[in-house]
């Protein structure tokens, strides 16, 4: 069984701080797909950023950047510089190959993001 | 482009009631995933279409719960004699195709179900 869990169910910083979002995955395929997802007030998920099981290279794009550590199964995602544009809700999700799953996605709580000015 | 879109935004039923929820995926995407969130919590899955076949409805939490995908395209879930505990936030994903590629979903805007 799969399952995601992101501990941090709210966080509260001021613009331009950095934000970091926890999450702790569990799986038993050896290939699989883990997602970040951003949910504003307006309720639709935006897709952030893609990272498959066999690649760990830790990237940044733009003020994103993850760190991937199969060891400790965790897919933190950090937010730099902090804008009050960035407050939603975020969602950690994984992605089971699709020859199992027809490639649906398993989603943590979620974690509060609130950047106030 | 046009994403994905759902209607209504808004639906508020009696108990009791059934009602009928649309999903319009991004033209030319074949998987087409309908999710449920209940109020803080991430979005769980309910069922997956690819083009007209209804390939996975292991997520369905009763059989009051019905989905369709006629002509591959334009989708429509259904809830009969809804009760309370289907209030929630009904999401529709679609996705360009299948196999082994990781295509991300793109996501509608949900409706929000309020059962009464």
């Known amino acids: 069984a799969q399952k995601v869990t992101q501990a941090q169910t709210e966080i509260s910083v001021v613009e331009k701080e950095d934000v970091t979002l926890d999450c702790v995955y569990e799986?038993?395929?050896?290939?699989?797909?883990l997602f970040w997802y951003k949910q504003p007030p307006s309720g639709e998920l935006v897709f952030l950023i893609r990272r498959n099981s066999f690649d760990e290279q830790n990237e940044i794009s733009g003020r994103y950047s993850w760190n991937f550590q199969k060891s400790t199964s965790s897919f933190n995602f950090t937010i730099t510089a902090s804008q009050v544009v960035d407050s939603a809700v975020y969602f950690c999700a994984l992605r089971a190959p699709p020859t199992d799953s027809w490639g649906k996605l398993q989603f943590g709580a979620g974690t509060q993001v609130v950047v106030t000015p | 482009g046009a994403g994905v879109s759902q209607s209504p935004r808004y639906k508020v039923a009696k108990r009791g009631q059934d009602v009928a929820l649309r999903c319009d995926p991004i033209s030319g995407h074949v998987s087409l995933f309908w999710y449920q969130q209940a109020l803080g919590q991430g979005p769980e899955f309910l069922t997956y279409?690819?083009?007209?076949?209804?390939?996975?409805k292991s997520g369905l939490p009763s059989d009051r719960f019905f989905a369709e995908r006629p002509e591959g395209s334009v989708s429509t879930l259904k809830i009969q004699r809804t009760q309370q505990e289907d209030s929630a936030v009904y999401l529709c994903?679609?996705?360009?195709?299948?196999?082994?590629?990781?295509?991300?979903?793109?996501f509608g805007p949900g409706t929000r179900l309020t059962v009464t």
């Open positions: 994903a679609s996705s360009l195709a299948t196999g082994s590629d990781p295509y991300e979903q793109y």
């Open positions: 799986t038993r395929d050896t290939t699989y797909y």
């Open positions: 279409f690819q083009n007209e076949a209804q390939l996975d």
